[in-house]
């Protein structure tokens, strides 16, 4: 499974140095009290869920094999809901990520593309609230 996100800048969450991505996901409702379900089959666990403000929360979920971790957000001001993210998880296997996440319901694109020798094997894939992401297969050493 993925085990990488792209992050755009550093940021540091309660006492936890490691990067964080600021390409929140957005959703249509509140962050929610669970997991949101995409990120439950990939793989990813609750990082950070810290309050702030008047009832808000910081919510990181992070991949199962380390890298940066995202930022769940509510939408806020051009920042909406259903929109591509330009996040990037990286794969070692993305054939068998995209099979899997397609079993198991999380709406893919309907095939992989590129894989050529000049563009890296990779698929798009959306959360429950139509949020695009990325897979792309890892380069090689």
């Not at 964080?20 to 869920?49: H, N, Q, R």
């Not at 810290?50 to 808000?56: A, C, F, I, N, S």
């Amino acid at each position: 499974m993925p085990r990488t996100a792209s992050a755009s800048e550093d940021v540091s969450v309660a006492a936890d140095p490691r990067p964080a991505s600021l390409s929140p996901l957005e959703f249509a409702s509140p962050v929610p009290d669970t997991l949101e379900p995409v990120f439950e089959k990939l793989g990813f666990t609750l990082s950070a869920d810290v309050p702030y403000g008047e009832g808000d929360r910081w919510v990181e979920v992070s991949p199962p094999d380390g890298g940066a971790a995202i930022a769940l957000s509510t939408g806020m001001g051009e920042f909406q809901p259903g929109r591509e993210t330009g996040i990037a998880l990286t794969s070692a296997d993305p054939k068998a990520d995209y099979e899997e996440l397609k079993i198991n319901g999380v709406a893919v694109d309907e095939e992989l593309m590129g894989g050529d020798g000049v563009v890296p094997l990779l698929f798009m894939f959306r959360d429950g609230d139509g949020n695009g992401l990325m897979i792309v297969e890892e380069a090689a050493d």
